[in-house]
């Protein structure tokens, strides 16, 4: 089972990024998927969630109207599309997969990130 991050970079204020988010070992298709930033001396907070059932997604307000996420089951990718970029949106950004457990089994997958550098 991996998670693998991957688009990060270094990038303009007002630019754009898009992130990816490669899994194997399991089918996201039945599993919520994820983005979080962590920022130095700050926790892991969520900035995008879309659910497995329907698609739905949530933003942190910090993002809406500017970050989109997405699905693409059968490449089983997440994807954050990231535009209009501000250097406060700085960071490591993570990808999880997530679903309730089973029989006491956690299902609760993490990448090992990748960092967003918004900079002039």
């Known amino acids: 089972v991996q998670v693998v991050e991957s688009g990060g970079g270094l990038v303009q204020p007002g630019g754009s990024l898009r992130l990816s988010c490669a899994a194997s070992g399991f089918a996201i298709s039945s599993y919520a998927m994820s983005w979080h930033r962590q920022t130095p001396g700050k926790g892991r907070d969520l900035v995008a969630h879309?659910?497995?059932?329907?698609?739905?997604?949530l933003y942190a307000d910090s993002v809406k109207g500017r970050f989109t996420i997405s699905r693409d089951n059968a490449e089983n990718t997440v994807y954050l599309q990231m535009n209009s970029l501000k250097p406060e949106d700085t960071g490591v950004y993570y990808c999880n997969a997530w679903k309730s457990p089973v029989a006491g089994i956690e299902y609760d997958y993490w990448g090992q990130g990748t960092q967003v550098t918004v900079s002039s």
């Open positions: 879309i659910a497995s059932s329907d698609g739905s997604t």
